[in-house]
């Protein structure tokens, strides 16, 4: 079917209609298809006067059938489609500009907010060899992903098909590139750390799929895109082994396995969230102007120390942010944290560490994405070090290695503390990627210091 909507001439779309029995044609108030153009010589302008604003192709967006995953596929699919929704028709194609017209705007959108951000996806006849070399075509499969988890399905079983043709149109543009549930290898592993918006987060657990809990397609709802390959910096301090197999000889077909072995380090946590006084229902992920205070509420230990809580240096500053992909509640929560990437936002912003949160699944030895979080200046000093046992002084021992190692790192709580512009973090020419990265960053300032650094080890998601 897929072929059917990329190769017709011209679809048509019964868009008011809630199902295949609603037909093209409505009553419909023609004064509300009506706009004119109002000139206003005292302030020099022009103004577009319209009775309803969603006559700037908004009738589409709220569309019945605008709501659909398998539809949202065959829109962007289709060359040429013709809107018929509640009050107006609509003309859609895939010209560069405009490339929607009405019957109130035969001409196109007079404003340059062309349907009201929801652009027709740009899948042009290009090519290249992995989708991560084109940042048009990868922005382009970014606002897909966004756009059809927004969608429903009444089977969700039909998750992975209903995605399928888009991704084969995709592939055509990276041949050299492989799918896999959602994501291309290319992307691996920074297109791991896609969210879940605070706003969309479940307050239970989802319920269980075939589809691997790495993949954002596992979700039930809204997902964000990882934005970790649009930084100013990342480097991967993992190495990524796919092992998976279809049903089929189609590589966007079923799957009869979809793991990913990782290669790095990972280390167990513990998170404390309390809630918050003035709201009993608030918690810390959602009370966002709480976040000055949110030491009072966020705890965070490492290696079931509970006595010693990492999130905080010597100011005020969250050292660690966590993202759950559901509520996981107010009680202690333990996971597995496996470190991905190392980033940096901008030339003077400290370096984060990056991970997924995991907990043990039941196939044998695998474990399952909760999650993720990230860590900075002490809190990610802490999670990348263990203090050798017999030392007695073990907190001037962590600050004496932070004396070492900020520099390498930044120092924007230092900066804080002392009043002064960002300094950045010392700028190192590294070619490293993998696990020993992780480390290159510290250079050799940690051997004599009393500490032991992580040994890597292979993780299997599922």
Known sequence: MCDVYQNAFLNISADHAVDARGGCFRDRYFGTVDAFKLQMKPVQGSYWVSVDERN?????????SSERAWIFQERHLARRILHFTEQEVFWECRAASPSFRSEIYPQGSPLPRDFLGQTKLPLQDTSTKSIVDDLQLESAWDAACRGYSQRKLTYQTDKLPALSGLARHFGSRCRDDTYVAGMWLSQLPHALFWNVPVRGRPDVRPPSTDIPSWSWLSCAGPVEPSKVGSLHYFVDIATILPDYQHKTT??????ARAHIQVYGFMRRITSVMKRM???PDADAYRGASHLGSSKNYRHLYVDGQLEHDIGYGTTWLQ??????????????VEYDCLFLTVSQDGPLDDYVLRGLLLEAADEEGGYRRVGQIWFRSRCALRMRYQLQAGIVDEQGAWDQLWELVAPYWGEVERDVERGREPTGPIVMDREIRGPEALYELDGDVAEDAGFVKLEPQLVTLV
């Open 56 to 64: 700037l192709f908004e009738w589409v967006k709220t569309a019945p």
């Open 250 to 255: 189609d590589q966007y077909g079923d799957l």
């Open 277 to 279: 006084n003035d709201d």
């Open 319 to 332: 050292q660690f942010g966590e993202a759950p992909d559901w509520f996981h509640g107010f009680e202690p």
